[in-house]
């Protein structure tokens, strides 16, 4: 199994990246897939899931209402739109899933920084 995210960067408040998460190695249709975010010194949270259809959605509440994940079950990619971004967005975001017999995966991360 293999999750690589892409799409992170500088970009300054108020402004918008598109995180990507490539997948491969498992059936990516069969599985809900999520976007975590860890800030230095801080625990890993909980951003955005995504269901195996892409019909449901959740957001932590810090993201509700800027962020929206999508996922296209044909590219077997996962994607997380974040608009109105805030400093305190700044984190390294990681592309998660539980795939098969429970075990979980994570990607590598990618760097999204929110300064002036």
């Known amino acids: 199994v293999q999750l690589v995210e892409s799409g992170g960067g500088l970009v300054q408040p108020g402004g918008s990246l598109r995180l990507s998460c490539a997948a491969s190695?498992?059936?990516?249709?069969?599985?809900?897939m999520h976007w975590y975010r860890q800030a230095t010194g801080k625990e890993r949270e909980f951003v955005a899931g995504?269901?195996?259809?892409?019909?449901?959605?959740h957001y932590a509440d810090s993201v509700k209402g800027r962020f929206t994940i999508s996922r296209d079950n044909a590219k077997n990619t996962v994607y997380l739109q974040m608009n109105s971004l805030k400093p305190e967005d700044t984190a390294v975001y990681y592309c998660?899933?539980?795939?098969?017999?429970?075990?979980?995966?994570w990607g590598q991360g990618t760097q999204v920084t929110v300064s002036s």
């Open positions: 998660h899933t539980r795939a098969e017999r429970g075990i979980e995966y």
């Open positions: 995504v269901s195996n259809s892409g019909d449901g959605t």
């Open positions: 190695g498992f059936t990516f249709r069969s599985y809900a």
